[in-house]
């Protein structure tokens, strides 16, 4: 009796001459003849397969023997390869003839699921986040090769296996697969490189499967600090830490609005990744919202200050100065003045304050 299968994810066998099997493409697929109840089980010295004319080894196509099991192993399964096939077995005894089995291969597209509703991420600027697509299932089944695309454009490289969206923006891509799971990960977002990013599985078939994040970018609010200086004190300070800033070209300061530059007025130094402003000879002028400005190639990081000029109140809190003193002999003439109350000690820490001059 003639038992013919075919192997696919399922191994089928039917007796009969003919048997059925649906596979889809891509899969691996394996048809089996098999004779059973021969007297004599080396009758059979080969057997050739036949779809319209003989069918030979090739990249896809490999044939096997195990005892009286013929099998054909067709890899990556095409649509092309749907149709019957016959196993003709070849006997070593002349005038004997053993009847061709014959199989019928069923080839349909693979099942591909919808894809999922697009995911909303929003990033904050000069963060990091890392993209996830999981069809570990499909890719190990069908082979899938993924590849990313923004705004339906693919990335470009830019070395070291990673992406940039242009050379104006900072922020570096690395494709990377774990475990069967492809990752997209992101460094140093900006708010340039907002769009659609897309892990794309093309099939044996051409059709696709696509997994969709929606991008959104915000930069966070400048922060506003509040700080009082005193009138007729020698010089105010601001500092800023620039440490932990991707990419800063420059760095300046900036009062309400316009750009200060050294001067006898403005001492601006740098200490690392400190900046400094000392304004001297404060004055109520110099009150008003000063910003330090890390300058980067895509956009401007900033913190601000909000300078406050308190009145000079120690007429208020101190009695009236003495008169001078005579010249000493050093030609200085000395004056003082008392605190009138406790408010004024715990305010300026001295009871006393003095004032010294020249006598020239």
């Not at 196993?87 to 005894?93: F, H, L």
């Not at 999922?116 to 600027?125: A, Q």
């Not at 110099?286 to 990081?301: L, P, T």
């Amino acid at each position: 009796m003639l038992v013919v299968a075919l192997l696919s994810l399922l191994i089928l066998h039917i007796n009969g001459q003919r048997s059925y099997v649906s596979t889809e493409v891509g899969r691996e697929a394996r048809l089996i003849c098999s004779w059973k109840g021969l007297d004599d089980p080396n009758i059979i010295q080969n057997v050739r397969w036949f779809k319209k004319r003989r069918l030979q080894p090739t990249n896809r196509i490999k044939f096997e023997r195990n005892g009286l099991n013929f099998t054909m192993i067709i890899k990556d399964v095409r649509e092309t390869d749907d149709g019957t096939y016959t196993c003709s077995p070849q006997t070593v005894v002349k005038d004997t003839k053993i009847d061709d089995g014959t199989v019928r291969l069923i080839v349909s597209k693979p099942t591909i699921p919808d894809s999922p509703t697009p995911s909303t991420l929003r990033l904050r600027s000069g963060a990091s986040a890392v993209l996830q697509c999981n069809f570990k299932r499909a890719v190990e089944i069908y082979n899938l090769k993924v590849f990313w695309t923004r705004n339906k454009l693919r990335f470009r490289p830019a070395g070291e296996n990673a992406f940039k969206i242009s050379n104006k923006y900072e922020t570096r891509m690395h494709p990377s697969t774990r475990d069967g799971i492809n990752f997209l990960n992101i460094t140093n977002v900006e708010p340039g490189i907002e769009g659609n990013y897309s892990c794309n599985y093309r099939y044996p078939d051409g059709r696709k499967f696509t997994m969709t994040y929606i991008i959104k970018v915000y930069t966070p609010q400048e922060r506003m600090y509040n700080v009082t200086w005193s009138e007729n004190i020698s010089r105010g300070m601001l500092r800023c830490n620039i440490s932990g800033i991707p990419g800063v070209v420059s760095f300046h300061w900036e009062k309400d609005g316009y750009h200060l530059t050294k001067s006898d007025k403005y001492n601006i130094t740098t200490a690392g990744d400190l900046e400094y402003i000392m304004v001297n000879d404060v004055e109520v002028e110099d009150a008003g919202v000063y910003r330090c400005v890390a300058e980067r190639s895509s956009y401007d990081i900033g913190l601000k200050f909000n300078v406050k000029i308190e009145k000079d109140m120690k007429d208020y809190y101190y009695s009236e100065w003495t008169p001078f003193s005579v010249c000493d002999s050093q030609n200085r003439k000395h004056r003082f003045r008392v605190c009138k109350n406790k408010e004024c000690v715990s305010k300026y820490g001295n009871i006393y304050e003095y004032n010294v001059e020249s006598c020239q």
